[in-house]
């Protein structure tokens, strides 16, 4: 009972929240329609050369009062700025990271069950074979397959390579030639593995550039013979990777030839695939139907997580993608309520300006300024005010964005606006400023030039 | 020029409502020069305001030409006063931040004129009050009677045909007074209708006609003079 009346509650609250939300929009968008109609009425005055004399002669008879708002407005676009530009550094820096390898790429390793299953008992070793790859390759929603042969058992298995004098241990992948497509490699000499190669179990090598400069030292090394452990490969290609001289240090060879020279029989050790344009569902269905596939060959239980072991980075390029969708909301609220405390700052001060010129208003008014003449004029300051100040916090929020993006830190990458979002920030700032300046401007439109007379 | 019959004007004090203009009656001609006389509280500043559309009235009429001015829009007062109306104030209510020339050229800007032409027809205005080397001056750099030349000026420029002038050399030394005095008898001089409100005799004794308010009414010379025993007793 009392939980679902905490529940009832917790929606009332959220409801009127929406709701004051909602008015506050109304209200806002109301103000801001009947500035554009007054805007329309008094456009001259932008080109008044009185009025800019008298905006700046208001602004400059309260020097300390100017410069606090200045500051308010211009921390407020600085922090909202600063925010945004971080937020998209990081979604950047989240990119790259993925770049390493395709974000629509599915893993799949074999490893030990954890459920008995087709009279077999739990921890019973799991291997692929051959045969799983050409199956898996045929099925629907799979674009590129490939598969990993793991040298004497070991995922990273690195083995001596000698080149001439040279010798060093470099990690071997032994690989299907569709492996490519799952790494951000880029040939940059020869080619990479072909069919031919796997087919015909050829001895050949494609080595990272770390290999490349360490074995041969700046020579031409495609069609040359290396010797990895005790077994010659002829080098046909060389990759860089933008993952680093880390990613560099790997030789790939045909997984046909490593099956027949370190005595691997059929066994594949891991399952490589992506899958296009799938979503996550898709994605997770396909996945589902080729673990179905392996568990009714190898008799394990299909539920059984530990059996198998899946990476699918479509769901985890979800998740990130989701999570910083959640920072940048987050960061953008925040931003937007610092500028709106500043804002709300400029509205205050204005209001006190108007109070103050409360008689400067009632001559204007006697003279035969209309209330539009009057509201304009409030208005007007209260936007130049505002985008002074956006413009000065604007400034110092790039400044600061571009000295960071020269840190270069790999979860930072390239944190910028785009013209879009600075002009966005422009048109926001007007807005902001509008607004600052509308209710103390209905003030001011509402004094009784009599009351502002009499006072002397 | 102007004709107010049986105008009535209350103000909410609290809960009870204050009749502070009772049925005023009086119509001033084109080109006259005319004072408005009471004591404080006689509900002269209302009518004032009346007339110079600042303010409404709760009944009657109140003929401005050939236009009743009755609950006009802001807009619509506003461009009345700027088109018909000039005002001088006590305390000259010049802008304080603005020369004496852009004091003088404010009423052209709401009328919509350039900036330059403005400033020309100012400095005419200027001249004409004898200040044209004052031109500009801040108002603080002024006299009294600077200022009030000043308001004159501003006035003007508007070419009304009615000026409501309220205590104009209230805040003036004698000598002073004098000399505003003759510029607004001058101003009327050229056809343009003059209204002060004043409590100074001396001021009254200038214009061609007294209207004397009391209580809110329109009281005629004997009836004035009635309040003050020593004048009374003087009439047979």
Redesign the interface.
Known sequence: MAVAALKLLAGLVALAGVLAILAALIVLAIALLRMLGITLVQWRDLLSVDRWQEVLVTIGRNRLRTFLTTVSVAWGIFVLVFLLGLGRGLDHGMRQNFARDATNGVWINASKTSVASGGYDVGRRIMFENSDYQRARKTKGVEFMSAEHFIGGQRWMSLMTKYGAKANAFELDAVYEETIRLQSHVITQGSFLSAADIAQSRKSAVIGKTVADFLFEGKPPIGEWITVGSTAFQVVGVFTDPGGAEEERRIYIPVSTAQLAFNGGEKLGQLQMTLGQAGPAEAQAIIDDIVGQLAERHNFDPTDKQAVRVHNNIAQFERFKQMFWMISTFVIVIGLGTLAAGVVGVSNIMMIAVKERTKEIGVRKALGATPYSIVFMIIQEAVFLTGVAGLLGLSAGVGVLELLGRLDNEFIVNPNIDLGMGLGAAVFLVVAGALAGYFPARAAARVNPIHALRDQ | MLRLSKVNKYYQVGTHSLHVLRDVDFEVADGEFVAIMGASGSGK?TLL?IL?I??DYDSGEYWLGDTVINKLS??KA??Y???FIG?V?Q?F???P??TAL?NVA??L????VT?RKRNQIAAQYLERVGLRDWADHLPSEMSGGQKQRVAIA?ALI?KPRLILADEPTGALDSETSKQIMDLLSEINATGITVLIVTHDPEVASRTQRTIRLRDGKVVNALEASASHPGIAAAVP
């Open positions: 500043s305001n110079g600042l303010d802001e807009s506003a461009s006063r700027n088109r005002f104030f305390s209510n010049l802008l931040f603005k852009e404010l009423p800007y709401y009328q919509g900036r501003r508007g």
